[in-house]
């Protein structure tokens, strides 16, 4: 049990490279959402705005310094806002690919309970 943290953080840091660096060298066929959709509206707002490389850039280095094991708690804090979203982008915009949002999800949490210092000091009030 006690190795169930350094393991999410793997597969997460993993994840995050993968698809991070799909983005530019496209090894994983990604299919569009559907045409008209909110979801398709949403996408090409932040692809053609440039919003979506910046989260890529983002996920690429958290994705990092997971497999690193060095600055874990900023990577788990750069990386949780952009486990939200996609999250909300599934069950709220595409209603679907609910599996991957829901491990992604459970992968962060468990990586995040590795770290219950550096919740309690992000939760402390001051």
């Not at 793997?10 to 909110?38: Q, T």
């Not at 979801?39 to 280095?61: C, D, P």
């Not at 991957?100 to 000091?121: D, P, Q």
């Amino acid at each position: 049990m006690k190795y169930i943290p350094t393991v999410a953080r793997y597969l997460l840091g993993l994840i995050f490279v993968v698809f991070a660096a799909n983005m530019w060298l496209k090894f994983i066929p990604v299919p569009p959402p559907e045409e008209g959709s909110l979801a398709a509206g949403f996408m090409g707002a932040i692809y053609m705005s440039g919003f979506l490389t910046v989260v890529k850039v983002l996920e690429l280095l958290g994705g990092i310094l997971l497999l690193s094991g060095r600055f874990v708690n900023l990577a788990l804090a750069v990386l949780g806002p952009i486990v939200v979203v996609i999250g909300l982008y599934h069950f709220l915009l595409v209603k679907g690919g609910y599996p991957m949002a829901i491990v992604l999800g459970l992968l962060a949490l468990a990586a995040l309970s590795g770290r219950r210092g550096f919740v309690k000091e992000l939760l402390a009030q001051k």
